[in-house]
């Protein structure tokens, strides 16, 4: 196996086990999946915003996105207000026990971090970074390039 294709194999690998552990840690206790801590996360970023805006942010379907709200309005973490802006349309906003949780999740994904990097130089973080940051920037100019495409 060459070097790509380990890379390629490993990606999805490491993402998953990221979210496992940090549903192990944090989701298990609350029973909430990983994209709806992710939407409480995007919400303690962003403040106040409508669901449009998480859909953008996070890049999930509106159903999705929408579906997760709906658990996390019921559970008690969001709220909807009326956009005293355009009485037409909602705001979702954290509650107290939400913002709370949501900061839980920051702290967890924190101790996550720690774990990862655990026995990696300083040297050696900032080459991750660097060739992530690089990734990143790859990946944002494939996706513009196709937006243009489809123009």
């Given amino acids: 196996?060459?070097?790509r294709e380990r890379y390629l194999q490993q990606t999805p690998q490491l993402h998953k086990l990221i979210?496992?552990?940090h549903f192990h840690v944090m989701g298990k206790r609350d029973k909430l999946h990983p994209g709806q801590m992710e939407i409480l996360i995007q919400m303690l970023e962003?403040?106040?915003c409508n669901q449009r805006k998480l859909v953008r942010e996070m890049g999930?379907?509106?159903a999705s996105v929408a579906m997760s709200i709906k658990r996390l309005e019921k559970s008690g973490y969001v709220r909807k207000e009326i956009n005293?802006?355009?009485?037409?349309?909602?705001?979702?906003a954290l509650t107290p026990v939400?913002?709370?949780?949501?900061?839980?999740?920051?702290?967890?994904?924190k101790r996550m971090e720690d774990i990862q990097l655990s026995g990696?130089?300083?040297e050696e973080v900032s080459q991750m970074v660097a060739f992530q940051e690089r990734m990143i920037e790859n990946m944002k100019r494939f996706l513009k390039e196709e937006?243009?495409?489809g123009e």
């Fill in 46 to 48: 962003e403040g106040q």
């Fill in 19 to 21: 979210l496992r552990c």
């Fill in 147 to 149: 937006r243009v495409k």
């Fill in 120 to 122: 990696f130089s300083e």
């Fill in 98 to 109: 939400g913002r709370r949780l949501a900061l839980e999740s920051v702290e967890c994904m």
């Fill in 84 to 92: 005293p802006e355009d009485l037409r349309s909602t705001r979702i």
């Fill in 1 to 3: 196996m060459n070097l």
């Fill in 60 to 62: 999930c379907s509106a």
